[in-house]
């Protein structure tokens, strides 16, 4: 179990994470979406594609970009699809 902690409140936390590149990637229906809007921002991986972006927002304050995912990810990185992951800002623990 993985859980990802913002300011010291949990705003995701699964069994089920994979790591590419260094990042966990955790499934979306164990985000905490409520704390998350999406914003205009986008990013590109040469492999895995274009990046969008979550600002998180935990006790009246706002973490621009905190958080991406790739809507369609090219070939080869499937794997990342329907899951979101974390900027440095986010502190993780196993368990």
Request: with cysteine; proline share 3%.
């Amino acid at each position: 179990m993985v859980k990802a902690l913002l300011n010291g409140v949990i705003i995701a936390e699964s069994s089920d994470t994979i790591i590419v590149e260094n990042n966990y990637y955790f499934p979306t229906k164990d985000v905490k979406l409520d704390y998350m809007s999406q914003n205009d921002y986008h990013t590109t991986c040469h492999w895995k594609g274009q990046a969008s972006y979550y600002d998180i927002q935990i006790n009246g304050k706002k973490y621009k970009n905190t958080a991406w995912y790739y809507p369609e990810p090219k070939k080869g990185a499937e794997m990342v699809k329907g899951r979101i992951a974390f900027w440095k800002e986010v502190k993780f623990e196993e368990s």
